[in-house]
């Protein structure tokens, strides 16, 4: 990948969040593969411009700020902020550009102008307008265009609550909606009269006025294929009346599951950041999990894979210290450590490599776990060492993962304070604490009772465990 214009950055514009809730660990998952994308076009030297949304005016937001009571821009700034403290949390890089829609309004407007003008779209009676799919021979870049249905549901699963009526065809689609009643005090002038922009004229208006008609690269959710970036496409090509001038890649990262189910609310398993923390889990460890699956692939979420992100980043860790008291470093010094695009790979070459064919983040795990197992037990001069250390620090600020940071989880339990305590009730209580930190109640409370058994119980603490005899 390489921007269009030599020495101009990669533009590259991500769908961001409709800000009425916290977004979930589906979300989660699309923003943080985007944000490794960019990362690794970053460690490649190239300046990136990445520019992902807010949607903060449609019927969900207008709805809830209603419901308690708030302006719709206070509402929108508590989930807004909301929203970038879970980003931080998870490591994300902020983006470029963070463009509202309700900061965007004439720029909507000036666009609808544009597509009326040329023909692409109407005023129906009631003062919205529509944009004219047919009028679109390019319509249908993502959808079988005979199969079109009226676009009852917008992409966010919202039923579209445009009178069909007044539409010349089922298939049009609100580019501005009048102003109803419920809207409250959240309306805004227009030359077709009082309302606000629809929901996907507000991508199309934001990526091209700071992406330019061309820009490299769209992503989003593959949910959001059909209507949303199909309509995307039809405005902003119609718009200037250049087809195929719009994003020149899509980057579509398929969709979550949990525990083998689709996610929703009646499941209960649409997890979000907070209810994750809330049971004990790192943010470190969530984002291990949602970027270790392939983007094209749907990733299944369990509880227990973050379990075994924190034992797989404690193992990294392990190797890590060796490779630290070789270089004469302190776990500080490390994550202190900034990235240097000039210096060497070193051994995580291969992880790099890996993770730059189709972003195979999972090969570039593997391959940094080679690499560190393998060093951890070569002798190096501490020259060496840091060399080694430099390459892994770029390895791992590609993923956006940071080592050290899982304090609870993954911290060595300390095994018996008595030194008489006979190898093989050792052994159980190591067990039984394995058992404990994977939630395994049944085998610990199993490994427990043998315990007992042979006279010996074991006192826990947050941290590890002492055995004692009883
Ligand atoms: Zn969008």
């Given at each position: 990948m390489a921007p269009l214009t030599p020495g101009k950055a990669f533009g590259m514009y991500c769908c961001g969040p409709t800000v009425y809730a916290p977004a979930h660990i589906g979300n989660f998952r699309t923003f943080l593969i985007q944000d490794v994308l960019r990362r690794v076009l970053e460690s490649d030297g190239i300046e990136v411009c990445h520019v992902r949304n807010i949607t903060d005016v449609d019927d969900k937001t207008i709805r809830r700020s209603q419901e308690q009571g708030r302006t719709l821009s206070d509402f929108t700034a508590i989930w807004t902020e909301k929203f970038h403290k879970d980003c931080r949390e998870l490591n994300m890089l902020p983006p470029t550009i963070e463009p509202s829609a309700v900061a965007h309004i004439p720029l909507q407007i000036e666009m609808i102008a544009k597509l009326i003008e040329h023909g692409h779209a109407y005023v129906s009676s009631d003062g919205s307008v529509y944009f004219?799919?047919?009028?679109?021979?390019?319509?249908g870049k993502f959808v079988d265009v005979s199969t079109l249905q009226t676009q009852t549901t917008n992409s966010a699963g919202e039923?579209?609550?445009?009178?069909?009526?007044?539409?010349?065809?089922?298939?049009d689609f609100a580019l501005w909606k009048a102003r109803k009643p419920e809207d409250g005090p959240n309306f805004w002038q227009s030359p077709w009269g009082e309302g606000r922009p629809g929901w996907h004229i507000e991508c199309s208006a934001m990526s091209t006025h700071y992406l330019g008609e061309t820009f490299e690269l769209h992503g989003g959710?593959?949910?959001?294929?059909f209507p949303h970036h199909e309509n995307e496409i039809a405005q902003a090509e119609c718009s200037c009346e250049h087809?195929?001038?719009?994003?020149q890649q899509w980057f579509h990262s398929a969709h979550l599951m949990v525990d083998g189910a689709k996610m929703s609310k009646s499941l209960g398993n649409l997890y979000t950041l907070d209810d994750l923390v809330n049971k004990g889990f790192a943010p470190m460890a969530l984002r291990y999990v949602l970027i270790s699956?392939?983007?094209?692939s749907q990733l299944n979420f369990t509880l227990k894979s973050l379990d075994d992100a924190a034992s797989a980043l404690a193992k990294i860790e392990k190797s890590v210290r060796k490779i630290l008291a070789a270089a004469g470093m302190s776990e500080a010094d490390f994550v202190a450590q900034e990235p240097d695009r000039q210096a060497p790979w070193g051994d995580f070459e291969r992880a790099w490599k890996t993770l730059g064919n189709d972003l195979n983040v999972s090969g570039a795990l593997g391959g940094i776990f080679g690499a560190v197992a393998s060093l951890a037990k070569r002798e190096m001069t501490p020259e060496e060492a840091r060399t080694q250390l430099m390459g892994l620090t770029k390895i791992l600020w590609a993923l956006g993962l940071k080592l050290f940071t899982i304090k609870e989880k993954n911290s060595v339990p300390a095994t018996s304070?008595?030194?008489?305590?006979?190898a093989e009730i050792a052994a159980i209580g190591e067990q039984r604490w394995a058992a404990k930190i994977a939630k395994n109640w049944a085998e610990s409370d199993r490994l427990r009772g043998e315990l007992e058994q042979r006279g010996w119980k074991s006192l826990d603490r947050k941290d590890g465990y002492t055995l004692v005899k009883i």
């Amino acid at each position: 990948m390489a921007p269009l214009t030599p020495g101009k950055a990669f533009g590259m514009y991500c769908c961001g969040p409709t800000v009425y809730a916290p977004a979930h660990i589906g979300n989660f998952r699309t923003f943080l593969i985007q944000d490794v994308l960019r990362r690794v076009l970053e460690s490649d030297g190239i300046e990136v411009c990445h520019v992902r949304n807010i949607t903060d005016v449609d019927d969900k937001t207008i709805r809830r700020s209603q419901e308690q009571g708030r302006t719709l821009s206070d509402f929108t700034a508590i989930w807004t902020e909301k929203f970038h403290k879970d980003c931080r949390e998870l490591n994300m890089l902020p983006p470029t550009i963070e463009p509202s829609a309700v900061a965007h309004i004439p720029l909507q407007i000036e666009m609808i102008a544009k597509l009326i003008e040329h023909g692409h779209a109407y005023v129906s009676s009631d003062g919205s307008v529509y944009f004219k799919v047919a009028s679109d021979p390019h319509y249908g870049k993502f959808v079988d265009v005979s199969t079109l249905q009226t676009q009852t549901t917008n992409s966010a699963g919202e039923a579209n609550s445009a009178d069909e009526y007044t539409r010349d065809n089922v298939a049009d689609f609100a580019l501005w909606k009048a102003r109803k009643p419920e809207d409250g005090p959240n309306f805004w002038q227009s030359p077709w009269g009082e309302g606000r922009p629809g929901w996907h004229i507000e991508c199309s208006a934001m990526s091209t006025h700071y992406l330019g008609e061309t820009f490299e690269l769209h992503g989003g959710g593959v949910d959001l294929c059909f209507p949303h970036h199909e309509n995307e496409i039809a405005q902003a090509e119609c718009s200037c009346e250049h087809y195929g001038s719009f994003a020149q890649q899509w980057f579509h990262s398929a969709h979550l599951m949990v525990d083998g189910a689709k996610m929703s609310k009646s499941l209960g398993n649409l997890y979000t950041l907070d209810d994750l923390v809330n049971k004990g889990f790192a943010p470190m460890a969530l984002r291990y999990v949602l970027i270790s699956g392939h983007y094209r692939s749907q990733l299944n979420f369990t509880l227990k894979s973050l379990d075994d992100a924190a034992s797989a980043l404690a193992k990294i860790e392990k190797s890590v210290r060796k490779i630290l008291a070789a270089a004469g470093m302190s776990e500080a010094d490390f994550v202190a450590q900034e990235p240097d695009r000039q210096a060497p790979w070193g051994d995580f070459e291969r992880a790099w490599k890996t993770l730059g064919n189709d972003l195979n983040v999972s090969g570039a795990l593997g391959g940094i776990f080679g690499a560190v197992a393998s060093l951890a037990k070569r002798e190096m001069t501490p020259e060496e060492a840091r060399t080694q250390l430099m390459g892994l620090t770029k390895i791992l600020w590609a993923l956006g993962l940071k080592l050290f940071t899982i304090k609870e989880k993954n911290s060595v339990p300390a095994t018996s304070e008595a030194a008489d305590v006979p190898a093989e009730i050792a052994a159980i209580g190591e067990q039984r604490w394995a058992a404990k930190i994977a939630k395994n109640w049944a085998e610990s409370d199993r490994l427990r009772g043998e315990l007992e058994q042979r006279g010996w119980k074991s006192l826990d603490r947050k941290d590890g465990y002492t055995l004692v005899k009883i």
